[in-house]
């Protein structure tokens, strides 16, 4: 189950991340300017990363379910 918390907290992160710099509320332009030039790229990069990430502990925590339910 904390697995599964773990994941989700990492998926919002990495959305967050990946849609950083959109049209949302609160966006980076919005908050900070438009001074960070290169950076967007890297946000992007992260938030996607983060978004892999929760998506294997999704699926490993799914995985460890299924064998402790085995048992």
């Known amino acids: 189950m904390a697995m599964r918390v773990l ?7 990495g959305l967050y991340f990946a849609i950083w710099h959109s049209g ?17 790229t890297v946000h992007a990069i992260i ?9 294997w502990l999704w699926l490993r925590a799914r995985k460890l379910t299924a064998a402790t339910m085995a048992r």
């Open 7 to 13: 994941a989700v907290v990492v998926g919002i992160v």
């Open 24 to 40: 949302v509320p609160f966006n980076h332009f919005e908050v900070f300017g438009r001074g960070f030039g290169g950076q967007h």
């Open 47 to 55: 938030g996607l990363a983060l978004l892999v990430v929760a998506v």
